[in-house]
């Protein structure tokens, strides 16, 4: 049961193949014997699952229908879920119960899903490798000596492991694409405003998106639905209506234009991972696609310019942890200003205080023009190239990571080598476009994936091209070992 | 221009964040290299290009002027880490 | 030396929403301690501001009421620094494109002379929490019902030269809120308040002295003692050969001095930058014509129109007018009583007193203005005199009730019948007929003053109820005749 699809779970509690509760007692039991292994959850609401699952099955017998309703999930632990812990897998929220819900997880728990529990992810959100958190790093479940990716990487592990059909994740500069593609996942990161970020933990506001993490873009059409539009609690949530994703996932490709940004084939690129990134074209080609060469010549310096506005928002994102309210607060404190020192020196991990001090600096007197502004044009420039590139194509593809899963540890303590792994996914936050990861191979049986954007608020055709892709390819079906 | 030690206490300061004593190079020399990092953009010309804060530039909705909030000072204030008579607790602050 | 004082001001208003600026929590004032404190307003993780649109709207009345421009694309920025009443660790407020842009506005001073006093901006923010001092086990209380309360902070130019006209404009604007009806003005509840940037020059010096910031003075009082004791304790320094440095500091009204506020000292770099939860408040044109159309009729307009229909002097017009509730009682006695002038000061005079001496505002007034404006009907139908009136006046602010009822049951009605009077006056004269001999003996200067004696003399006989003009008439006829 644990290898069907959201969109085949859907099927089988339609048509009575099993209840939402058969199914949730099977994944709580298989999180619970397999998850050792990955410590891809950092809680596990086994009690509010099979009530959930309970509720969703009595819904069902009383005629409710819908493709979500008793279908299991997990959130990444920034997503703050009323009377469980959110933990942002950092000590600071180890003990923070929300006293809320955030919108997603209001709106998918009104859709009938089932919460299995809380993900994994480093801490606040803030890296690449999951190996940031508070409660210890997730293993990538095709070689469990890799990292899994991150910052959702508890989400894109479980999902990988089956533990869960489907999770949310969180993409701030490729947080569910990156990790989508080093667990051969379909990730997709929406347009900027698409879906709310009312409950969601913020690490840098003007960059952060929730979206849905899956093995197929068929799954992700299914979530993207129940997560997306307009919410008034979030003055950046977009009102614009929202399309059914499902739809169009059939539409031919025949005609459709791929420009292929040279910038993206570069030194830096692993060879074997643009080998597979062509074998995806030629695949596209052959479902009609048109492919087309063009440039982003900015590119080169978003690494650059997101390492300032993220730490930026994040430095006074994270202000208000300070032991006053909620959350971890110092033993003893003796004074004010060491109650604010102590529990945030304590509560944090080293790369949360790297992040806060570089955007402190950032934003101080004197530097603010030279490192904020000038981080703030070079994202118009940024903007401005997709802006011009989309003139002439309808998608821009290439690969969503210069490296395939590096082992634990590796990147050891330089911050700025993994800051380079995400040199493909950050334009696309920086810019708010959306953005879809989806598995197109493997190399020494580590998962490799390709990246797709699209212009503003067309999630539908992302979906659509992977989900073609998808009817001719089989990489999003395979399974790890062991899983 | 690399930071010092002293700028890093000052930077540390401004964040409230208390560093010990023995992570303070190690510290000092993760946020020169990521200013290292940062710094290739004063190569580029920004010259009349204005900056962008928000991805979409749309602009503030507002919100009627109604009050939808009830007091629920017992449940927010169950996970505080010190209370007394519905107020949050400090250590003492001199004006 | 000849010193010259040079202020600006920072005035915080409250603005009288009903919820908070980016939350839906209520705003009123002496709640029990975070009763009022929402998700929001505790900077819980993940929580988002939305922008109330009646702030926004305030702002823009009271930019349109100093004739200032509205930004039509304003902004919030994030205020960064830890203090336990700021719940995010930073406040939203308003950096580079504030709502409302330069403008001014005119204020008397005392000589009768108009002055006008730049108003550099105004911008929205959030108010922050209060922290509770008293002894919680060596501790402090944070009470956040106040965190997010909106206010608009009004920067004046440094245009001011001494502590009274400091005190002037804070009144000006003070009145101007409560005319727009943007702010209750409610200064004990901390609904307006000031800080004081206050520097001294030689005279004749064009560039400004290091200034000194005096924060949250909370009543005109004390506005101008703190301004005169912080300029005198510059004066000193600088005197004595010292420099003043530029701080902040605190007035204590007990010691009637200023005190460096130490905890405010470290140099604060507030990194200020765009918030991102927020995006760009656009102002249409259409939006801002619709404001403008329904502004209430504003002080000065007042000011003019008072002259202009009542025929009043500009002092007593600037007096009237100071204060919304004050012009409407005003023109609410004239509506009943009729005599323009005569309610102007009956209002400015004895009400005034009256007020003074009960410590109240006139909107609790113990004598209404249809009272007052009954009162000068019967004034002016000769039922009583002015001095009669001040007996009735009295009793109606001791409640005894109308004027008419008054003048009834203390039997204050005015004589006017001739005979009653002359029999009066003749019992009078026969009762002092040495002085009445005199009086016919003195040359013409010396009678005037003595037919004083006569007329006090017959009110004093009258109880003060005998018509004052009959009284004049028929005396002067039997004396002379």
């Not at chain 1, 499902?246 to 643009?274: H, T, V």
């Not at chain 3, 009470?143 to 804070?170: C, F």
């Not at chain 3, 003595?450 to 109880?463: C, I, Y």
Request: proline share 5%; net charge negative; charged share 20%.
């Amino acid at each position: 049961m644990h290898q069907l699809t959201l969109a085949e779970i859907a099927r089988g509690l339609a048509d009575k193949s099993f209840s939402a509760e058969e199914l949730t007692t099977t994944l709580l039991a298989r999180i619970n014997s397999l998850d050792p292994q990955l410590n891809s959850f950092i809680t596990v609401t086994d009690e509010l699952a099979v009530q959930q699952a309970r509720a969703a099955d009595a819904r069902r017998a009383a005629g409710e229908s819908g493709a979500l309703l008793g279908a299991p999930i997990a959130h990444k632990d920034l997503f703050c879920t009323q009377g469980v812990r959110t933990s942002c897998a950092s000590k600071m929220l180890d003990n923070f119960t929300a006293p809320y819900d955030a919108t997603v997880v209001a709106k998918l728990a009104a859709a009938g899903m089932v919460t299995l529990g809380k993900t994994n992810m480093d801490e606040f959100a803030m890296g690449s490798a999951n190996e940031s958190s508070h409660y210890g790093a997730v293993k990538n479940p095709w070689n469990l000596e890799h990292v899994p990716g991150g910052s959702s990487g508890g989400s894109a592990a479980a999902v990988a492991a089956r533990l869960t059909p489907v999770a949310t994740g969180t993409d701030t500069g490729g947080s569910i694409r990156q990790p989508a593609a080093l667990t051969s996942l379909t990730g997709l990161k929406p347009t900027y405003g698409r879906v709310s970020r009312w409950g969601m933990i913020a690490y840098a506001s003007s960059l952060d998106q929730g979206g849905p993490m899956a093995r197929t873009a068929e799954d992700c059409a299914l979530l993207l639905q129940g997560m997306a539009g307009f919410d008034a609690n979030d003055s950046t949530s977009i009102d614009e209506p929202v399309p059914d994703y499902s739809a169009s996932l059939n539409a031919s490709l025949q005609g459709l234009r791929i420009g292929i940004p040279k910038e993206y084939f570069g030194a830096g690129l692993d060879p074997r991972i643009a080998e597979q990134v062509q074998a995806s074209i030629q695949e596209l080609q052959k479902l009609g696609a048109v492919i087309k060469e063009i440039s982003l010549p900015n590119m080169q310096h978003a690494i650059a310019a997101y390492y300032v506005i993220a730490p930026a928002e994040a430095s006074s994102n994270l202000s208000r942890f300070d032991g006053v309210r909620f959350g971890y607060r110092c033993d003893n404190p003796k004074d004010l200003t060491d109650l604010y020192k102590r529990s945030r020196g304590e509560g944090f991990g080293v790369e949360v205080q790297r992040r806060i001090m570089v955007g402190a600096y950032a934003l101080s007197a004197g530097y603010y023009d030279a490192y904020y502004l000038k981080a703030q044009k070079i994202r118009r420039l940024i903007k401005n190239d997709f802006m011009a590139a989309f003139e002439g194509v309808d998608l821009i593809l290439g690969p969503t990571t210069p490296n395939l899963a590096w082992k634990l540890g590796a990147k050891g303590n330089d911050p700025v080598a993994a800051y380079l792994e995400d040199v493909y996914t950050i334009t696309a936050n920086l810019a708010g476009l959306p953005g879809l990861s989806m598995p197109a191979g493997f190399v020494d049986g580590l998962p490799v994936g390709v990246q797709l954007l699209a212009p503003y608020f067309q999630e539908a055709r992302l979906l659509n091209v992977a989900h073609r892709y998808q009817q001719v390819t089989d990489w999003h079906t395979r399974a790890p070992n062991g899983f | 221009m690399a930071l010092q030690r002293c700028d890093v206490e000052k930077i540390a300061h401004l964040a409230r964040l208390g560093l010990n004593e023995a992570e303070l190079p190690h510290i000092t020399d993760a946020l020169n290299s990521i200013l290292g990092l940062v710094d290739q953009m004063q190569a580029v010309d920004t010259d009349g290009i204005e900056p962008l804060a928000h991805p979409l530039e749309a602009s503030q909705r507002l919100r009627a002027d109604q009050v939808t909030e009830r007091n629920q000072r017992e449940a927010y204030q169950a996970i505080a880490p010190a209370t007394e008579n519905g107020l949050y607790l400090v250590p003492k602050v001199i004006e | 030396m000849q010193w010259e004082v040079v202020i600006g001001l920072e005035i915080h208003t409250q603005l009288a929403t009903q919820s908070k600026i980016f939350s839906g929590s209520a705003t009123t004032f002496g709640s029990e301690p975070n009763t009022q404190a929402s998700l929001v307003d505790l900077g819980m993780p993940g929580v988002l501001p939305v922008l109330n649109q009646e702030a926004a709207r305030m702002a823009c009345m009271f930019g349109l009421a100093i004739d200032a421009e509205i930004g039509p694309r304003n902004v919030f920025a994030r205020k960064n620094y830890f203090y336990p009443d700021l719940p995010k660790g930073y406040q939203i407020s308003q950096m580079d494109l504030p709502i409302v842009g330069k403008g001014h506005l005119d204020i008397a001073l005392e000589d009768g002379t108009i002055k006008r006093i730049g108003v550099t901006r105004a911008h929205l923010e959030e108010d922050a929490g209060k922290s509770l001092h008293e002894d919680f086990n060596g501790a402090t209380g944070i009470d956040l019902n106040r965190a997010g309360t909106p206010l608009l902070e009004i920067v004046s130019e440094p245009d001011m030269r001494s502590a009274k006209e400091a005190v002037a404009y804070v009144k000006a604007i003070h009145a101007l809120v409560r005319y727009l009806g943007i702010c209750d003005g409610n200064m004990a509840e901390g609904s307006l308040r000031c800080d004081c940037n206050v520097s001294i020059r030689p005279k004749g010096q064009s560039e400004f002295g290091t200034r000194c910031e005096i924060k949250n003075v909370n009543s005109f009082r004390f506005i101008e003692r703190a301004i005169n004791s912080e300029v005198q304790r510059q004066i000193e320094l600088i005197e004595d050969g010292g420099k003043v440095i530029q701080e902040t500091r605190l007035y204590d009204p007990n010691k009637d001095e200023t005190r460096s506020m130490r905890s405010k000292e470290e140099a604060n770099d507030y990194r200020y930058f765009p918030d991102p939860d927020l995006l760009p408040v656009v102002i249409e044109p259409a939006l801002l014509e619709s404001i403008r159309a329904a502004l209430p009729e504003l002080p000065t307009q007042k000011v003019e129109r008072f002259q202009q229909q009542y025929g009043l002097s500009a002092y007593d017009a600037n007096v009237l007018a100071a204060s919304r509730e004050q012009a409407d009682y005003f023109e609410q006695v004239v509506k009943i009583g009729g005599d323009a002038k005569l309610a102007a000061n009956w209002v400015m005079v004895e009400l005034g007193s009256l007020l003074n001496k009960l410590g109240v505002e006139i909107d609790q007034a113990p004598v209404s203005a249809e009272q007052l404006g009954g009162m000068l009907l019967r004034i002016r139908d000769n039922t009583i005199s002015g001095k009669i009136a001040k007996t009735v006046f009295e009793a109606m602010a001791a409640g005894e009730g109308d004027a008419d009822a008054i003048i009834d049951s203390k039997g204050l009605k005015q004589v006017t019948d001739s005979g009653a009077i002359e029999s009066m006056l003749d019992e009078m004269l026969a009762a002092n007929a040495e002085q009445v001999e005199q009086y016919r003996a003195a040359d013409e200067a010396k009678r005037g003053k003595m037919f004083g004696f006569f007329v006090g003399q017959a009110m004093k006989a009258s109880k003060g109820k005998a018509n004052p003009a009959q009284v004049n008439q028929l005396l002067k006829a039997k004396l002379e005749g």
